[in-house]
């Protein structure tokens, strides 16, 4: 018997509609951008960008990944931004910040004529409603970086001043991240604490929806005029396409897959995996970025973080907490160039200190190369019964792994043995706050100044500070270069306190950190800057 | 029928409290609660930490916190994440829709595969159509879904560009693009469950073609797609129709790897996103929601067998 050719009518009409449906979906694929060198853009279409992971709720009070700061950056300016060089610049100031009553006095005025993606017009009363609500708001993740700041007074319509109790240096830098975006006091009065649910600031796009958590869509603005008011292109722009989404991928195979596809137009800072970038820096289709950013990676050792971060300071269970020169040991037995080359592919650039090369506080600092007999030298006059038994914790992921098992097998010609214990990443920074661990892997993505990207990681009582409480010698020239605006002599003391904690050890610092980007040639007018920020006010799709 | 009703109710009750209870505690037995996620990547201050946990709860004892929740979950609250702020209602109704066109568009296509190549199996046991049926079928148990989804998407979106490589469109929004975007995922999980469905389908055919009344159908000259389709197929399903269950309720639950490959935002990744985060208020909803799923399924699949089965039927109760 043939039971094919027996089956019935209905079920043959059925196959063939599934077959057309299956065919229709594919003849309505998503259009991939066109390959061409042509700079004429088209004005319209839609661009999305692949980031890591979402974001949290989107009001700049409370937002605290790295991914919400991309999406800000295109809806939500601050008073404040960087340029290429790394400089602070005015965005919705119109300059910087005029420092009088020896530093505790900040006027800033704001450029004439620009408006919340409401119709509200900025002006100074906005910017106080919206800094005192960074202050003021019990969840604000604001509330510690704008502490210095006593009060905000309105001079006039476009002139605030921002009343300081000690002298600040990182505030002007602090007002060119999510502290300085100023919120519109009309959607504000609106929605309240619900102010992520449409979320109202001053940019080249205005929010339009988050459909779910992982998708946020925003649209043209009909009120920024960035160019007219002064504000640099880079930074605002005149946006050419209608639609901008930003879509979170966490797994970086689907973001190189997608992108080749054509799902995204941009591979956003994180989301491709380094060996992937590579294959794109070698495809001539795409247009492939790396800048060094202002944050490292390096491994933190628990010295006197000994009961957690909301104790008192405590010398650690830990070998390398009582004896210094085991942890300069363990220094010497690293090869950061190795590290770097196997587990990232060669894209950091190797360094031993916490400040970024492209900042203007970077002074460079010789790394001590790899010396095996000298660690071991080190490890002998210690006294410490060798294999020295240490537990290493490394957020999981294939990349972090493969870096612990390298920097354990480097140590062990020196002495060290070291167990790689992979941990998923809030449990890593839980295990590391309460002071349960040795040596940590962990990064950070770093800030504009450099205070932000010292300070917290050695003062005991902040969430940051893993290692424990750090010396004198490191403490005080922080201490003394939070307290001054004067470059050159900040650039002195972070290069004093740099060299301390390369003789401290507290955290061994591998390499600085890059950003890297990808899109197709046809995407034009990006903007992408080194503190990790996409800009893409100017940005569009080449016309076909 | 009353009493098994009632039976059945109070059970999924104790059910669904007991879940709640081991997924309540559970999640706040891991390491780190949601303010340590939160300063993974923010210096908050000590005193703004205490904040965010004042504001959700997280600083009662667990005893009221867990009445809390119960009584909110009671008056169809959920609560608020404290990662994104958003009502937990909202993410599920963002991301249940997705889940359930996935699941109901893969067991389609399971059932399609599934049953006809294990009637065909059955059929033609020990024939080439048997071999490749079975084949088939251990293709489909063995292979990874999230390599399989990978090499799909490379064939048909990266080097074909037939299909977008990931994401989602609403059917409201767009039917065609929506079909675009979540027909892969669904063949990817579609054909694991076929694989299943067709090794169930084969084995109950051949249990009930060996019957004595489907002898006695063809020998009072019914056709053999009657006596296939008629007789044998319909009490083999009772099988099929609990694996059919089952499958159901894992896909429905959310299937995290293939949402991911796929980047769909549905219960899968919003599960994973949440237990990362410790994000405990909506951890506990998709938790209940799951539980939920569970019981109804059961209880759909119990009266399903009412219909299928003459001799449940005829008992009172599925049994």
């Known amino acids: 018997m043939n039971f094919i050719a027996r089956v019935p009518r209905s079920l043959r009409a059925g196959a063939l509609l599934a077959t057309g449906a299956v065919l229709l979906a594919a003849c309505s694929s998503t259009t991939t951008p066109t390959k061409t060198s042509s700079v004429k853009v088209q004005n319209g279409g839609t661009v999305t960008v692949g980031l890591p992971n979402a974001p949290t709720a989107l ?16 809806m939500c300016l601050s008073l404040y931004g960087i340029n290429q060089q790394m400089a602070v610049v005015p965005v919705l100031a119109a300059d910087l910040p005029q420092i009088s009553d020896g530093g505790l006095l900040y006027t800033i005025k704001l450029r004439k004529g620009l408006k919340f993606n409401d119709g509200t017009p900025l002006n100074a009363q906005a910017v106080k409603v919206s800094l005192d609500r960074d202050k003021t708001l019990p969840t604000s993740a604001r509330a510690a970086n704008l502490k210095p700041v006593s009060s905000v007074s309105v001079v006039n319509s476009d002139t605030f001043q921002l009343h300081l109790a000690a002298q600040d240096a990182p505030l002007t830098s602090i007002l060119a991240a999510r502290s300085g ?17 449409d979320p109202v600031c001053v940019g080249p796009f205005a929010f339009k929806s988050r459909p779910s958590l992982d998708e946020v869509i925003l649209t043209k603005s009909k009120y920024f005029n960035g160019n007219a008011a002064g504000i640099p292109t880079a930074l605002g722009g005149a946006p050419h396409i209608q639609t901008l989404i930003f879509d979170a991928i966490t797994d970086p195979s689907t973001c190189y897959s ?17 060996n992937d970038y590579k294959l794109l820096t ?6 492939a970025q790396q800048l060094t950013s202002n944050g490292y990676e390096g491994i933190d050792i628990n010295v006197t973080n000994g009961n957690g971060w909301t104790k008192p300071a405590a010398t650690a269970n830990n070998p390398l907490a009582t004896h210094p020169t085991l942890r300069e040991a363990l220094a010497l037995s690293l090869d950061r160039q190795t590290i770097n080359t196997v587990a990232y592919d060669g894209s950091n650039v190797v360094g031993c200190g916490p400040i970024s090369p492209l900042s203007p506080y970077y002074t460079k600092l010789p790394c001590p190369a790899q010396n095996i007999t000298e660690a071991k030298k080190l490890v002998q006059e210690s006294g410490v019964p060798t294999p020295i038994n240490l537990t290493l914790i490394v957020p999981t992921g294939t990349v972090n792994v493969e870096q612990g098992e390298i920097e354990a097998t480097e140590a062990k010609a020196a002495g060290f043995n070291i167990t790689v214990q992979p941990t998923e990443f809030t449990t890593a920074l839980a295990t590391a706050q309460a002071g349960n661990y040795q040596l940590f892997d962990i990064g950070w993505s770093g800030r504009v100044d450099p205070d932000q990207n010292t300070s917290p990681f050695y003062t005991q009582g902040s969430a940051f500070d893993y290692t424990g409480q750090g010396p004198s010698s490191i403490m005080g020239p922080l201490t003394q270069a939070h307290g001054t605006t004067n470059v050159s002599s900040r650039k002195a003391l972070y290069f004093r306190a740099s060299k301390a904690m390369l003789q401290y050890n507290g955290i061994i610092y591998l390499f600085h950190l890059t950003n890297q980007i990808a899109y197709p040639k046809s995407v034009v007018g990006l903007g992408f800057t080194p503190d990790g920020l996409l800009h893409m006010g100017s940005v569009g799709l080449a016309a076909s | 029928m009353r009493a098994y009703l009632l039976r059945r109710a109070g059970i999924s009750l104790l059910t669904l409290i007991i879940a709640s209870i081991v997924v309540f505690l559970g999640v706040r037995a891991v390491p780190g609660s949601p303010a340590t996620a939160l300063t993974g990547n923010t210096n908050f201050s000590p005193a703004a930490l205490a904040a965010i946990n004042r504001a959700y709860g997280l600083d009662n004892p667990l005893p009221v916190q867990y009445v809390d929740w119960v009584g909110q979950v009671v008056t169809g609250h959920l609560g608020s994440s404290p990662v994104t702020g958003m009502p937990v209602t909202t993410e599920l109704g963002n991301a249940f829709p997705i889940t359930l066109e996935l699941t109901v568009l ?8 599934g049953i006809p190549t294990g009637i065909l199996a059955a059929i033609r046991r020990g024939r080439s159509a048997d071999y490749a049926s079975n084949a088939a079928a251990l293709f489909g148990l063995s292979i990874p879904s999230f390599w399989f989804g990978i090499m799909l998407i490379l064939l048909l979106a990266v080097v074909l560009k037939w299909l977008p490589a990931s994401g989602f469109v609403s059917f409201s929004v767009n039917p065609g693009q929506n079909l675009a975007h979540i027909i892969m995922p669904a063949f990817v999980l579609g054909t694991g469950v076929a694989a299943v469905l067709m090794r169930q389908t084969r084995s109950g055919m051949l249990e009930t073609l060996r019957q004595d009344y489907v002898r006695t159908a063809r020998a009072k000259g019914l056709s053999e797609w009657v006596v296939i389709l008629k007789h044998s197929l319909r009490n083999s399903l009772v099988t099929v129709a609990t694996v059919i269950g089952l499958q159901f309720g894992i896909l429905l639950s959310g299937v995290a790897v293939t949402e991911e490959v796929f980047g769909l935002p549905g219960i899968g990744q919003l599960t994973i996103n949440a237990v990362f985060q410790r994000d405990y208020p909506t951890i506990q909803a998709v938790a209940l929601l799951t539980a939920v799923i569970v019981i109804v399924i059961n209880l759909l699949m119990d009266f399903v067998y009412m219909v299928l089965s003459p001799k449940v039927r005829l008992a009172g109760e599925p049994g």
């Open chain 1, 181 to 197: 975006i100023i919120m519109s006091p009309t959607a504000l009065a609106r929605e309240g604490t619900n102010f992520y649910e």
């Open chain 1, 59 to 74: 009001d700049p009070s409370t937002e605290g990944s790295l991914v919400g700061r991309i999406i800000f950056a295109n």
């Open chain 2, 106 to 113: 893969s067991m389609v296509i399971a059932l399609l595969l």
């Open chain 1, 258 to 274: 997608d992108l080749l596809a054509g799902s995204i137009n941009v591979a956003g800072p994180g989301c491709l995996a380094p």
């Open chain 1, 282 to 287: 070698e495809n001539s289709s795409y247009k």
